[in-house]
């Protein structure tokens, strides 16, 4: 089963993505001493400026130079993330983010990260399709059946490649999707289909969108167990009123943030403090995940106060 190790912490890069790695870095060690890890935007829709992907990957000295600004401040990279859809319809979308994706695991094979975190991405929902179709329910009967089709013509082709390539490139290595609404994958009977293709398929536990999307975190990591491979530290605020009368499949989310159902949140701000210790003690008896890495998409409160806070509720003893 996992390690006895509680998991580590780490910040997902992407919140100061308009500020400097070394800069961020250093905010980091003065402001949230117990974060010990990076979570990395290295293409996809991840913004990359933390990550020259390209660079690091022809030039070895400037890896080497990138490794050693994280080390020398006692960080270490926990994952680089590709968020995206090598699904998409549009070529030239699906093209770019299945490069990103396998240059993201050639780049962690060099450097000894052993995580990549990804979406499974959401491809057309009928041949000649210009966008992505969601087939989240079959609720009419125009949205019928589409899954089965969406996984016979794409996912799983697609995704039985990209495993074999991880289990080649980076023996070591899992490829840790998130459980996303929006993608082909976002509870846990999709990604027991999708895991079954190879073993290099890990989940990416963050109980944000299980608690929008009425799920139990602690279930969904009981049944994951082993193959769940990262974390998200991210909470979810639900507005009772507003609650009552859109639901949580409002179709203006996330703006305006003030009149949505529900909003992401600090760690501990939508659940107890008490609930994360147990997540976190769930996380070390079960699963695989090394790094809960706090993801800050707060509208309400800035990354500088909502990752040193959230940090503060991961850290505490259980």
């Not at 995704?159 to 509870?187: D, K």
Request: one cysteine or more; aromatic letters at 8%; glycine letters at 8%.
């Amino acid at each position: 089963m996992g390690g006895v190790e509680r998991p580590r912490l780490g910040v997902v890069t992407e919140a100061f993505a308009n500020r400097p790695l070394v800069d961020v870095m250093d905010w980091i060690v003065a402001n949230a001493p117990t974060v010990a890890a990076l979570e990395v935007g290295a293409g996809g829709y991840a913004p990359t400026g933390h990550c020259d992907l390209p660079r690091l990957l022809r030039d070895a000295s400037a890896r080497k130079r990138w490794l050693s600004e994280i080390t020398a401040r006692g960080l270490s990279v926990a994952a680089l993330n590709v968020w995206g859809n090598p699904l998409h319809p549009d070529e030239a979308i699906a093209t770019q983010h299945d490069a990103d994706l396998r240059d993201a695991v050639r780049l962690a094979a060099l450097i000894g990260v052993d995580r990549v975190v990804a979406l499974a991405g959401c491809p057309a929902g009928a041949a000649g399709d210009r966008t992505p179709h969601f087939a989240g329910g079959g609720w009419l009967p125009y949205l019928e059946s589409i899954h089965e089709a969406q996984w016979k013509d794409a996912v799983a082709p697609y995704w039985s490649g990209v495993a074999e390539f991880a289990a080649r490139e980076h023996p070591r290595l899992l490829v840790c999707l998130e459980l996303h609404p929006g993608t082909v994958v976002y509870n846990v009977e999709t990604f027991d289909r999708i895991a079954a293709l190879g073993d290099s398929i890990a989940a990416n536990i963050d109980p944000s969108h299980f608690f929008w999307m009425g799920m139990d975190p602690m279930a969904v990591v009981k049944a994951v167990g082993v193959r769940a491979g990262h974390c998200h530290g991210k909470d979810v605020v639900f507005a009772k009123h507003s609650l009552a009368l859109n639901g949580l499949l409002d179709r203006r989310w996330p703006r305006p943030p003030e009149e949505m159902p529900w909003n992401f949140g600090v760690v501990g701000r939508g659940h107890d403090p008490a609930w994360w210790r147990s997540f976190a003690a769930a996380l070390t008896r079960s699963t695989r995940v090394h790094t809960i890495a706090v993801e800050h998409e707060d509208p309400f409160v800035p990354p500088e106060e909502g990752i040193p806070e959230a940090a503060k509720v991961l850290a505490a003893p259980p």
